[in-house]
């Protein structure tokens, strides 16, 4: 099956700019999450989508962050403006269901730069 | 707060050496552990998880990693190291305020060196 895609693989912007990057979750799997490691921190939590809802966004940093869901499908998430501090790789996931115990698979990321 | 650690930025080891890579956590309850590895230019690939019963789990790769509750560590560990073992490994734990969710806590990560 196919894994989880992530575009573009690599975002060179200006500050003020805007981006939208584009995870498509492998087919039938319901639950997404978005991720993000900033300059060789931790990876960290941003939010999760059941379907189209959002389950949990507690982890988005501020509102300049938009993430959607349009039909359960594939997800984006825009920053608009970007700052600086936004530079890092965001990683999406997904899962078949909902257990704690399962395994998240993930795509490859996409590196955002702001300059 | 819940967290994870990873006390090690690199860890270098040479082909056929045993290798550890450090792990300990800190999460209310019993932890659901994970541990993902990143090779260049690929996503996170999942190597193991331990959620309940025996103490000592095998992976992906001949890798595997010990529980250990007294201690809250969750180290990895392979026999014989690989050139091709060379990555950065992430360990990660459930938040066990996520609802039942795959809600990951992550650490900072470990690269690993494995050198000819």
């Known amino acids: 099956e196919a894994g989880v895609t992530q575009f573009p693989s690599h975002s060179v912007i200006e500050k003020g700019q805007t981006v939208t990057l584009r995870c498509d979750p492998i087919s039938g799997h319901d639950n997404l999450y978005w991720y993000r490691r900033v300059m060789g921190k931790e990876i960290k939590f941003l939010l999760h989508f059941v379907k189209e809802s959002k389950q949990d966004e507690s982890g988005m940093p501020n509102n300049r962050f938009l993430a959607e869901r349009t039909g359960g499908t594939y997800s984006t998430l825009k920053v608009q403006p970007a700052e600086l501090e936004d530079s890092g790789v965001y990683f999406c996931?997904?899962?078949?269901?909902?257990?704690?115990?399962?395994?998240?698979?993930f795509g490859a990321g996409s590196r955002l730069t702001v300059l | 707060a819940q967290s994870v650690a990873q006390p090690e930025d690199q860890v270098n080891v040479a082909e056929g050496n045993p290798l550890t890579v450090k792990c300990t956590y800190s999460v209310s309850g019993n932890p659901y552990l994970f541990w993902y590895v990143q090779y260049p230019n690929r996503g996170l690939q999942f190597l193991l998880k331990?959620?309940?019963?025996?103490?000592l789990v095998k992976g992906s790769y001949g890798f595997e990693a010990e529980f250990n509750k007294s201690q809250t560590s969750f180290h990895l560990k392979k026999p014989s190291a690989l050139v091709s073992d060379s990555a950065l490994y992430f360990c990660?734990?459930?938040?066990?305020?996520?609802?039942?969710?795959?809600?990951?806590?992550f650490g900072a990560g470990t690269r690993l060196a494995v050198h000819p």
């Open positions: 996931a997904s899962s078949e269901t909902i257990s704690g115990a399962n395994v998240l698979t």
């Open positions: 331990y959620i309940t019963g025996d103490n």
């Open positions: 990660a734990v459930r938040d066990p305020f996520s609802g039942g969710y795959n809600k990951l806590i």
